[in-house]
């Protein structure tokens, strides 16, 4: 029986942990991120922790979620700085683990983020794009009302072919 998962904010001190899981992410599952397991590997713990660090804005964050002291899923939100883009934040980073997966720990992520989302003044808008054809995570998103409002072509090259992305909106 798997123990019972806490979603909590990552900080600082849980960079280790969480560059573990998305360096993780980016080699079990290449196609659904655009950034490789090679460049991420290659970055200093710097920024890793830069990443988590909760200045200067704290409506830009990073939730994990854990299963007793292991990280088994992340997803991120990250605001738009520019001044007329400030209504928009992006959901990025979205991954658990597979062996703590059909356990609602995706459905638990997103909806810890959304519900901090919510909260954050003057954010209207919230964006996210996934791989064309991942099923899974489209409905996900979906159920919490998100809506595709396009697709991108060879938005990445992956071992010798081209992948579309899907994007995604959900207006608050």
Sequence with gaps: MRAPARIERLGPADAPAYRELMLRAYAESPEAFTATVE????????????????????DEFSLGAWQGER????VTLERQTRPKHRHKALLLGMYVAPEARRAGLGRQLVDA?????????????????????????EALYSAFGFARFGVEPLAIHQEGRYLSKVHMALVL
């Design 71 to 74: 990280l088994v899923g992340a």
């Design 39 to 58: 460049e991420r590997a290659a970055l200093p713990m710097d920024w890793w922790l830069q990443r988590l660090d909760d200045r200067p804005h704290a």
């Design 113 to 137: 983020l959304m519900h901090r989302a919510r909260a954050s003044d003057g954010l209207k808008l919230v964006t996210l794009t996934l791989t064309e054809g991942n099923a899974p995570a």
